[in-house]
Structure formats: structure tokens, C-alpha cells
T-cell receptor, first 119, second 117 residues
């Protein structure tokens, strides 16, 4: 079974600075998706970024980028020029690529990292 | 448009009440999900519907009864709940695996905050 580990329960960053959230995962599969979701106090889970395991290029979305190390099974999220609106719980999630009895409907989440942004 | 809507935003109910949560999406997705989330924890999958048929039931107690009346709507009927069922209930949608071979990204609604007294 796949597992996702976020080793930093809480992190803080100064506004305008850069912060990196770590995520590691364990899987025996070669094809899969990785996601970072953001959940602010407003509660909605918002997709931040997505990475397909077969793509070597790291995904980027504006100020958000990932460092995907497939061999190391590591998927960290870098937030540049942090803004107050980035304050949220961040969840790393894994999903298998292939349909195996419905298993590719299931997201495996890490426990989350609570990010505080200080003005 | 990547919007999933949920109503109501908040719900308070007694243990003998019957209530329903509603979820709607207009992205053409044929897979829809219910999750339960406790404070400061990741979401826990409850049910998955694919093409309006129940695909996954994660051994959820029968006091939770899902329904998918059409491809855009997903309901969760609640009856005889317990105080420990108080949580944030999230709906999500995605492509269905049967259509594309993979389900791609799940998009979440804003959730319903449920309190059981």
C-alpha cells in the first residue's frame, strides 16, 4: 500500500520570502500522480500543483514549483514570494495511474503541513 | 470552470433528524466523491460514484446513504447520526477512469460543516 509522509506538521515564513514544504512517499508503482492541495481556513481544498510521474520536468504554477525526485520518492513544494493568502494547511497526495479495481479513484494524503505567513 | 458547489454550508442536526447534503458540478465529470474530514486531519474517502453507480464504499455506516440522481448531482442522506459524525463533509469530482483510463485530478467543493448534537 502507498504511504505519503509530510514530516513538517507546521512551518512559518516571512512575507515575500521562500519556503519549501517536504513530502515523501512510498510506492512500488512506476506510473502515478502526485498533488499538492491547499486548504485555507475557508475550508475548500484547492489544487495547487500536479505532477505526473512519467514526466521528468518539474511542474510549475506561477509562484509554486515542485522538486520531484522519483528515485528518492520525494515531492517537495516551493512557494516563492510568499503572500499572506498562502497561509493554509497543505496536503501532499498520491494517486495511482492505472485502473486497478477502482484503486485509481483513491487519493492517499499525507497528514498535512500548516503554513503560517508572517507579515 | 472547475467549480464544485455544496449546500448547505453549515448544518446542525439532532441525533434523530434526517437531513441531506447536496453537491453539484458542471464540468462534465462522471466520477463524484464524498469525503469526511476532521479538524487538522486529511480527508477520508467515504464513497465514489462512477457513471452514477456506486463504485466504492469505504465501509461507511448505513446511517450515511449516498445517492447520485444524475451526472451532475450527488447527495448524502443522513439519519440517526452520532456526535462523532460531526465533521466537514467534502464533495469532489473528476473524470471517470472508464472514459480516459485514468481519473486525473479531483476538484473539491467548499464543504458542509456538520454538527450533530
Amino acid at each position: 500500500a502507498q504511504t505519503v509522509t509530510q514530516s513538517q506538521p507546521e512551518m512559518s515564513v516571512q512575507e515575500a520570502e521562500t519556503v519549501t514544504l517536504s513530502c515523501t512517499y512510498d510506492t512500488s508503482e512506476s506510473d502515478y500522480y502526485l498533488f499538492w492541495y491547499k486548504q485555507p481556513p475557508s475550508r475548500q481544498m484547492i489544487l495547487v500543483i500536479r505532477q505526473e510521474a512519467y514526466k521528468q520536468q518539474n511542474a510549475t504554477e506561477n509562484r509554486f514549483s515542485v522538486n520531484f525526485q522519483k528515485a528518492a520518492k520525494s515531492f517537495s513544494l516551493k512557494i516563492s514570494d510568499s503572500q499572506l493568502g498562502d497561509a493554509a494547511m497543505y496536503f501532499c497526495a498520491y494517486r495511482t495511474f492505472h485502473d486497478m479495481g477502482g484503486s485509481n479513484y483513491k487519493l492517499t494524503f499525507g497528514k498535512g503541513t500548516l503554513l503560517t505567513v508572517n507579515p | 470552470d472547475t467549480e464544485v458547489t455544496q449546500t448547505p454550508k453549515h448544518l446542525v442536526m439532532g441525533m434523530t433528524n434526517k437531513k441531506s447534503l447536496k453537491c453539484e458540478q458542471h464540468m462534465g465529470h462522471r466520477a463524484m466523491y464524498w469525503y469526511k474530514q476532521k479538524a487538522k486531519k486529511p480527508p477520508e474517502l467515504m464513497f465514489v460514484y462512477s457513471y452514477e453507480k456506486l463504485s466504492i464504499n469505504e465501509s461507511v455506516p448505513s446511517r450515511f446513504s449516498p445517492e447520485c440522481p444524475n451526472s451532475s448531482l450527488l447527495n448524502l442522506h443522513l439519519h440517526a447520526l452520532q456526535p462523532e459524525d460531526s465533521a466537514l463533509y467534502l464533495c469532489a469530482s473528476s473524470q471517470a477512469a472508464e472514459a480516459s483510463g485514468t481519473t486525473d485530478t479531483q476538484y473539491f467543493g467548499p464543504g458542509t460543516r456538520l454538527t450533530v448534537l
